[in-house]
Nanobody, 121 residues
């Protein structure tokens, strides 16, 4: 059974940084696309950053490009999201997902429970 656990969320002020982690089990890690999604207040769940674990190719939403970086540690079966220059509009519940295509949420079947990020002005 696939299990995905997010951690690293917290409460920060605008301009500060956080690093999220997604640790997985039950996956053949190198053969899956791993993606961070988020759900902001009054918004649908949206793709933030994706990485193809076999190739290392990454994709980012325009709203976070230049501020967020996705990376992986295959030895630990873990994917990270480094978030710099955080803005209040980044406040959301952040989810890790596996097995889909890029940032397209309807293609993903495996999801974690999420970790909360709150950014104050």
């Amino acid at each position: 059974q696939v299990q995905m656990v997010e951690s690293g969320g917290g409460f920060v002020q605008a301009g500060e940084s956080l690093k999220l982690s997604c640790t997985t089990s039950g996956l053949e890690f190198d053969n899956y696309a791993m993606t961070w999604f988020r759900r902001r207040p009054e918004k649908e769940r949206e793709g933030v950053a994706a990485i193809y674990t076999g190739s290392g190719i990454t994709y980012y939403a325009d709203s976070v490009k230049g501020r967020f970086t996705i990376s992986q540690d295959n030895a630990k079966n873990t994917v990270y999201l480094q978030m710099n220059s955080l803005k209040p509009e980044d406040t959301a519940l952040y989810y890790c997902a596996a097995g889909g295509i890029g940032l397209s949420r309807r293609t993903y079947k495996n999801w974690g429970q999420g970790t909360q990020v709150t950014v104050s002005s």
